[in-house]
């Protein structure tokens, strides 16, 4: 069954202490409308950072309940469909990223979405790379910030989470309590300054748990690899998670030694830095679905 959730049903933190605006079961589909990461306070270049309210940025809409989720179980999100709206909006500023020391001001501006791609200014184009930003379920305890990752999900800001992705998430309390938001036209790797092509749109997933498997953190599937994703206070301690996760991985789905794990991805194993602006580092190490003739089945 598809359901359908509005953008009028946003939080702006994950925490098991939210009400579920939707329930549904394990194999059912959801469209959900997003605003954007500014909860679409700027829609024309006379809109200001300036006067911005703070306090509504990276809204996630949801929470869903999925009935069978518990915790320790794993939530499997499939990805159906990403569609965006027809402008998007970049920003930066003074200190904010990593070139925001040599910036004045705020900057916010306006970018047109046309025949897939984004219109940079007259001259410039770039094609579209629809993605999640925020994605994640309630942690175990407490109150995060959609605008902070970490092992429940929320800000990944990791542009593998796109249309006909699989993601992965640990199960922290019974339900889930499932959102998303944050949808980007564009982003590159690191997301440097502060903002990819932030855009409102509409997600169709399809929510299944799975039973007897544990993760600690988020994993993502793609049709040509897994990755691990990992975030941290620092860049040194996000990828230590990724590596580890990974190579746990590969040691329960595989009859490989630990010497032959460790060599295996150092030969034909990629780590990426997902996001360096946010509270929270991340990064993700991945690995192809396929070596040679093997299928390395994961999930």
């Given at each position: 069954?598809?359901?359908?959730?509005?953008?009028?049903?946003?939080?702006?933190?994950?925490?098991?202490?939210?009400?579920?605006?939707?329930?549904?079961?394990?194999?059912?589909?959801?469209?959900?409308?997003?605003?954007?990461?500014?909860?679409?306070?700027?829609?024309?270049?006379?809109?200001?950072?300036?006067?911005?309210?703070?306090?509504?940025?990276?809204?996630?809409?949801?929470?869903?309940?999925?009935?069978?989720?518990?915790?320790?179980?794993?939530?499997?999100?499939?990805?159906r469909k990403i569609e965006i709206?027809?402008?998007?909006?970049?920003?930066?500023?003074?200190?904010?990223?990593?070139?925001?020391?040599?910036?004045?001001?705020?900057?916010?501006?306006?970018?047109?979405?046309?025949?897939?791609?984004?219109?940079?200014?007259?001259?410039?184009?770039?094609?579209?790379?629809?993605?999640?930003?925020?994605?994640?379920?309630?942690?175990?305890?407490?109150?995060?910030?959609?605008?902070?990752?970490?092992?429940?999900?929320?800000?990944?800001?990791?542009?593998?989470?796109?249309?006909?992705?699989?993601?992965?998430?640990?199960?922290?309390?019974?339900?889930?309590?499932?959102?998303?938001?944050?949808?980007?036209?564009?982003?590159?790797?690191?997301?440097?300054?502060?903002?990819?092509?932030?855009?409102?749109?509409?997600?169709?997933v399809k929510l299944e748990v799975?039973?007897?498997?544990?993760i600690s953190n988020p994993i993502?599937?793609?049709?040509?690899?897994?990755?691990?994703?990992?975030?941290?206070?620092?860049?040194?301690?996000?990828?230590?998670?990724?590596?580890?996760?990974?190579?746990?991985?590969?040691?329960?789905?595989?009859?490989?030694?630990?010497?032959?794990?460790?060599?295996?991805?150092?030969?034909?194993?990629?780590?990426?830095?997902?996001?360096?602006?946010?509270?929270?580092?991340?990064?993700?190490?991945?690995?192809?679905?396929?070596?040679?003739?093997?299928?390395?089945?994961?999930?």
């Amino acid at each position: 069954m598809i359901y359908r959730l509005s953008r009028e049903n946003y939080i702006f933190s994950f925490s098991k202490e939210n009400q579920p605006v939707l329930s549904v079961h394990s194999g059912d589909e959801v469209e959900i409308e997003t605003m954007d990461c500014f909860a679409d306070q700027i829609k024309t270049d006379d809109d200001k950072l300036e006067t911005l309210d703070w306090n509504r940025v990276n809204p996630a809409t949801g929470p869903v309940f999925v009935h069978e989720a518990e915790p320790g179980d794993v939530l499997k999100v499939t990805i159906r469909k990403i569609e965006i709206a027809d402008q998007g909006v970049v920003a930066t500023g003074k200190d904010f990223g990593v070139l925001g020391h040599l910036l004045d001001g705020l900057y916010a501006k306006v970018l047109q979405i046309k025949d897939g791609r984004v219109i940079f200014t007259p001259e410039l184009s770039f094609p579209l790379n629809p993605m999640i930003g925020v994605i994640g379920v309630a942690p175990e305890e407490g109150e995060i910030n959609s605008g902070t990752p970490g092992p429940h999900g929320g800000n990944l800001d990791t542009k593998l989470i796109g249309e006909n992705a699989i993601l992965y998430l640990p199960v922290f309390v019974r339900g889930a309590l499932f959102g998303l938001g944050d949808l980007h036209a564009a982003m590159g790797d690191g997301e440097i300054g502060v903002s990819g092509v932030e855009v409102a749109g509409m997600v169709r997933v399809k929510l299944e748990v799975i039973k007897g498997k544990k993760i600690s953190n988020p994993i993502v599937k793609t049709s040509a690899l897994t990755a691990t994703i990992a975030s941290a206070p620092t860049l040194d301690e996000a990828v230590k998670t990724a590596v580890e996760d990974m190579a746990g991985l590969l040691k329960e789905n595989t009859s490989l030694s630990m010497e032959e794990i460790a060599t295996l991805m150092s030969a034909v194993g990629n780590l990426q830095v997902c996001q360096v602006v946010d509270p929270e580092k991340t990064v993700r190490f991945s690995m192809p679905n396929k070596i040679g003739e093997k299928d390395l089945l994961f999930f």
